[in-house]
Nanobody, 127 residues
Framework: QVQLVESGGGLVQPGGSLRVSCAASGGTFRATTMGWFRQAPGKEREYVASITGSGRVTNIADSVKGRFTISRDNAQNTAYLQMNRLEIEDTARYYC????????????????????WGQGTQVTVSS
């Protein structure tokens, strides 16, 4: 099973940018779909983005499309979520997840398709 550790969260002003990282160990990283989800207090977990093992295909939730991008560095076993033009509504705990379904060849939008999760990193957007 893949172990995941997120980092890079913090406090940022509205309109600012932040990049969160997810370091993976165990498993075959290039054969693993990586995803980002977020959960705000009192709200359900929300899909944000996912990327195939090769990094060639990405999928971004409509709520953040045009502001967030997902990428990965397979040499470093790390996935990233770049967040630009942050809004107060983006405040949440951000979790990365790994899916080994289909050898990482498909993006995945549902949490049930992921078998490993990190502990999350808090992102707070506030003035």
């Amino acid at each position: 099973q893949v172990q995941l550790v997120e980092s890079g969260g913090g406090l940022v002003q509205p309109g600012g940018s932040l990049r969160v990282s997810c370091a993976a160990s165990g498993g075959t990283f290039r054969a693993t779909t990586m995803g980002w989800f977020r959960q705000a207090p009192g709200k359900e977990r929300e899909y944000v983005a996912s990327i195939t093992g090769s990094g060639r295909v990405t999928n971004i939730a409509d709520s953040v499309k045009g502001r967030f991008t997902i990428s990965r560095d397979n040499a470093q076993n790390t996935a990233y979520l770049q967040m630009n033009r942050l809004e107060i509504e983006d405040t949440a705990r951000y979790y990365c997840a790994a899916s080994q379904l289909f050898g990482g060849q498909l993006t995945q939008r549902t949490p049930e398709k992921y078998d490993s999760w990190g502990q999350g990193t808090q992102v707070t957007v506030s003035s």
